[in-house]
């Protein structure tokens, strides 16, 4: 079962649990409350067509085994340079103190491909230790972009090898997700 824990505005004001986290982010827009809905089979993320709806850090219990986090999208919400740098400040202090953090799942829309934010992130988990995995969201829809960067784990010292490929509209590829989780 799992429970909405709450939405918390700093790192610091996290309960501090014995739970392994996992946590989801990606660009705005990029379809993450949605993955989560899909993964949990409940609608417990807040989804929005408006890019950046998700600004806060929201916590998930998992049956007390495991935690999912939501953390706030990147790249293309409508909120001012102060705002988005506030955001990226608040993850990057998520990424390298919160201890309970296994995973990290980098949210990428198949549609759209990698863009410098998405490899930003990546050098930064690569630099800091920081386990991630790549997660191809949308794999459903019409790619629109012909030349697409391709992502290689070799290039990538932190990241999982293993990249997987999802729609939550067509509920494929989530059970990968599950089983890393420990979702049931």
């Known amino acids: 079962m799992i429970k909405f824990v709450g939405s918390f505005e700093t790192v610091k004001s996290l309960p501090n649990t014995q ?10 827009n990029v379809g993450k409350s949605s993955l989560i809905n899909a993964i949990v089979g409940e609608k417990v993320a807040r989804t929005s067509n408006t890019p950046g709806r998700t600004q806060s ?10 935690m999912i986090v939501d953390l706030p999208g990147y790249g293309f919400a409508r909120v001012s340079k ?21 995973r990290l799942f980098i949210l990428i829309d198949s549609r ?16 800091n230790g920081i386990c ?4 191809y969201t949308k794999k459903d829809k019409r790619v629109r972009e012909k ?38």
């Not at 991630?132 to 997660?135: C, K, L, P, T």
């Open 112 to 127: 759209i491909g990698v863009k410098d934010s998405d490899l930003d992130l990546m050098d930064f988990c690569d630099d």
């Open 19 to 28: 739970f392994a986290e996992y946590a989801f982010v990606g660009r705005s």
């Open 82 to 102: 102060a705002e988005a740098m506030k955001w990226l400040q608040r993850l990057e202090e998520y990424l390298l103190n919160r201890s309970q953090l296994r």
């Open 57 to 66: 850090l929201n916590l998930f219990n998992m049956d007390d085994k495991s």
């Open 147 to 184: 030349e697409q960067i391709k992502i290689e784990s070799k290039n990538h010292p932190a990241m999982v090898e293993l990249i997987l490929e999802t729609s939550a509209e067509k509920k494929s590829g989530l059970q990968e997700l599950r089983d890393i989780i420990g979702v049931k």
């Open 132 to 135: 991630y995995q790549i997660v």
